[in-house]
């Protein structure tokens, strides 16, 4: 049942098999070493402990509900349960992650916080948890991103960060990312980087999949107290960088019996060249510091993505999701922009609740997996879906059939 090592977390030296790893510029070299020689210490210690649970709680408002959807299972003729990361304070699961990295950050004597960001909900998060600190924030994000998520921009900007537009490439969250690794080179002494997913050199990856654990670890005690078991049949998340996922994963990696469902953007399709389905159409190679699958040319340059949805659209992928995918200990599909905006109008109708675009690709997955009428699903929400109103309301305006 249980497998007896932790086979499919990180070694002592930052691998996931041949993925992970830390490739970074020489002039990074002493803060990722810091970081990775103090975060466990660090996470480990009773005042950190103590400081970040009682955040979560209080502040976040977790645990987030296991919600039993009915109607959503009556449609599928199973029993799914939604986990309401979308309830969290700032809509999405990124604040788990922000509020850990600031408290670490403190604890490392950092006062300058800096964060790229797609759809801007880690921005948000991080600028909430700045806020919160009192440190000084400076958030990179695309310029086609600042324009599809304007509400969001606004609100970044309410909190006290600063907003700097990334006018390279295809302005996205790829080039965003680009712009903060730069910044970090320039401000390596006194900044800390707050990376918004299980992506980057070593430590990042696994320290990111830990903050966002506390997911599993309450899908866990929830299970057992409403179905008096500990592990679904499956646990299904959306994958950008694979933060949602691998939190939704990490206590059951080892519980083999527990069917792990990705699901990434394919955008308008999987051949279409307009895709972000990393894990399907990618190769492996090296972004932004680590070893993983990318989508790139045969003679390695990265490939723009796509997606309709801001936090979906990168062209990598977290290391793990990389190995997890090899291992086959993880299934990976793929939901493309129009089957995602019906997953988004159904459980809206269905369920009375609005879902992030992003989350809303785990949704249309549903529809392609073969559920037994037995079987527990978790699904993880990862957010809400009200910075994504305007792209939902220019959709239904175009798409008259999708009423
Ligand atoms: C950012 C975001 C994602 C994608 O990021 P992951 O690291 O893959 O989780 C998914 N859902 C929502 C709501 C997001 O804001």
Not at 8 to 24: D, H, L, P, R, T
Not at 291 to 312: H, R
Request: one cysteine or more; charged letters at 15%; hydrophobic letters at 35%.
């Amino acid at each position: 049942m249980t497998a007896t090592k932790n086979q499919f977390n990180v070694n002592e030296f930052g691998y996931y098999g041949q993925f992970g790893g830390a490739y970074i510029p020489e002039i990074l070299f002493n803060n990722v070493e810091e970081l990775k020689n103090n975060y466990l210490t660090i996470m480990n210690s009773q005042s950190f402990k103590t400081e970040f649970d009682d955040l979560l709680k209080n502040y976040v408002g977790r645990p987030t509900p296991l919600y039993l959807a009915k109607n959503l299972s009556k449609q599928f003729n199973t029993t799914i349960y939604l986990k309401r990361e979308d309830l969290n304070h700032t809509g999405a699961h990124k604040i788990n992650n922000a509020i850990g990295q600031i408290l670490l950050a403190n604890r490392l004597g950092k006062k300058r916080i800096i964060a790229e960001t797609g759809a801007g909900q880690h921005g948000v998060a991080t600028a909430t948890v700045c806020a919160l600190m009192g440190l000084e924030c400076i958030v990179y994000m695309g310029q086609a991103d600042i324009e599809r998520q304007a509400p969001n921009v606004a609100r970044m900007k309410m909190l006290g960060a600063k907003v700097v537009s990334v006018t390279s490439g295809t302005k996205t969250l790829k080039d965003a990312t680009n712009e903060a690794i730069r910044d970090w080179i320039n401000h390596a002494e006194d900044t800390h980087y707050i990376i918004g997913s299980v992506v980057g050199p070593h430590p990042y990856p696994d320290m990111v999949a830990r903050f966002q654990s506390v997911i599993s670890a309450e899908i866990k005690t929830q299970l057992l107290s409403c179905v008096g078991k500990q592990n679904p049949d499956y646990v299904i998340a959306c994958v950008g960088g694979g933060s949602n996922a691998a939190g939704a994963f990490y206590h059951f990696l080892n519980d083999l019996e527990v069917q792990l469902i990705g699901v990434e953007a394919s955008g308008k399709g999987i051949h279409s060249g307009h895709t972000a389905a990393t894990l399907t159409v990618g190769t492996p190679g090296i972004i932004h510091g680590s070893k993983t699958y990318l989508m790139q040319t045969n003679d390695g340059q990265i490939t723009e993505p796509y997606s309709i949805s801001a936090g979906l659209d990168y062209p990598g992928v977290g290391p793990v999701h990389a190995y997890l995918f090899e291992t086959k200990r993880a299934n990976y599909l793929s939901v493309t922009d129009d089957e995602a905006m019906h997953a988004v109008i159904n459980l809206t109708q269905k369920e009375g609740i609005i879902p992030a675009l992003e989350s809303a690709h785990a949704l249309a997955a549903l529809s392609q997996i073969n559920f037994k009428p037995s079987d527990t699903v978790v699904l993880n929400l990862s957010g809400r879906g009200d910075k994504d109103l305007t792209t939902y309301i220019n959709y239904l305006d175009t798409h008259t059939h999708a009423k």
